[in-house]
């Protein structure tokens, strides 16, 4: 089945930087909205961030808007969250996710395609 791919997780001190990836076969993605979701033990997996197929509309979560950015290039069947000014509490798993035909892009229900999810830890 198709899977998402992520990687570029690690440890990073408060206030530093991380750029994660994430790879999809074509089919895959070059029809789908991509997301990004977050989860920590015990919690619901959170909304990050997504994009349109087209990549002309983006949505972010409250607590990462202005420190994240979502981004996505079609011909590398890629896509992208630059996660800029990070805290603890931006420690999580976090999971890339793709959806056909998405209305509702925070919601986790409407993407059918989710991957392994890489390691984000943010130290104090």
């Known amino acids: 089945q198709v899977q998402p791919v992520e990687s570029g997780g690690g440890l990073v001190q408060a206030g530093g930087s991380l750029r994660l990836s994430c790879a999809v076969p074509g089919r895959t993605f070059s029809s789908s909205a991509m997301a990004w979701f977050r989860q920590v033990p015990g919690k619901e997996r959170e909304f990050v961030a997504s994009i349109s197929w087209s990549g002309g509309m983006t949505y972010y979560g409250d607590s990462v808007k202005g420190r994240f950015t979502i981004s996505r290039d079609n011909a590398k069947n890629t896509v992208q969250l630059q996660m800029n000014s990070l805290r603890p509490e931006d420690t999580a798993v976090y999971y890339c996710?793709?959806?056909?035909?998405?209305?509702?892009?925070?919601?986790?229900?409407?993407?059918?395609?989710w991957g392994q999810g890489t390691q984000v830890t943010v130290s104090s």
């Open positions: 996710a793709a959806g056909v035909a998405v209305l509702r892009h925070t919601a986790r229900d409407e993407y059918s395609y």
